[in-house]
């Protein structure tokens, strides 16, 4: 079956100006989580969905960051006021459920550049 | 929070060698400990997972050992090849049935012929 989609693939956008990055998880994953990895760097946690309970926002990194997902399906993070340090590659990533004992399915990421 | 390490940034070994990454953690004691590939410009892929009970885990040439007394687990690829050459990460969560991963910054491994 399909895996975790990701899209754009690439984006490039000048400072100050709204990105919005748009997740497909695997059907029937109520687990969905984003993360941020900059050039060379390990994975940074931004912030995870758990079926209908509040996400857990807790990786986000400014309140310019926000991210909605729509019951079990679709997320999307947006990016207000990009800023030059906002450049990385996001990844999205899907599970039967959270937790250490689900395997998390990822996506092949958003590239994002800032000029 | 939880704090992972993982052993050097970069392991270099020949084909044919064991190579051999560490994982260690800090603070909570995780239910279950995970390890990830990750090839450049790609996500990363599940390889395996190893509950805290299990001493060890093994799939064709990989192997995972989970130490929950040293607090740490191993990785080992047995006969390696250039193929092997990605960078690995391990994962882990907070011992509670939900909640997210915690991942290490990987180790990159380069297997040369």
């Known amino acids: 079956g399909a895996g975790v989609s990701q899209s754009p693939s690439n984006k490039v956008t000048e400072k100050g100006k709204d990105v919005e990055l748009r997740c497909d998880p695997i059907?029937?994953?109520?687990?969905l989580y984003w993360y941020r990895q900059r050039l060379g760097q390990g994975l940074e946690f931004l912030i995870y969905f758990q079926g209908n309970s509040a996400p857990d926002k807790s990786g986000l990194p400014s309140d310019r960051f926000s991210a909605e997902r729509t019951g079990e399906s679709v997320s999307t993070l947006t990016i207000q006021r990009t800023q030059q340090e906002d450049s990385a590659v996001y990844l999205c990533?899907?599970?039967?459920?959270?937790?250490?004992?689900?395997?998390?399915?990822f996506g092949p990421g958003t590239r994002l550049t800032v000029l | 929070s939880q704090k992972i390490e993982q052993n050097s940034e970069a392991l270099n070994i020949q084909e044919g060698k064991t190579a051999t990454l560490t994982c260690n953690y800090t603070?909570?004691?995780?239910?279950?400990l995970q390890w990830y590939r990750q090839d450049p410009g790609r996500g990363p892929v599940f390889l395996l997972l190893i509950r805290e009970n299990e001493k060890e885990k093994r799939k064709e040439r990989l192997k995972v050992t989970f130490d929950t007394t040293l607090k740490q687990s191993l990785f080992h690829i047995t006969a390696s090849q250039p193929a092997d050459s990605a960078t690995y990460l391990c994962?882990?969560?907070?011992?509670?049935?939900?909640?997210?991963?915690?991942f290490g910054r990987g180790t990159q491994l380069t297997v040369w012929p």
């Open positions: 994962a882990l969560d907070r011992g509670s049935t939900l909640g997210r991963l915690y």
């Open positions: 059907s029937g994953h109520t687990a």
């Open positions: 603070n909570y004691s995780p239910a279950y």
């Open positions: 990533a899907s599970s039967l459920a959270s937790g250490g004992l689900n395997e998390q399915f």
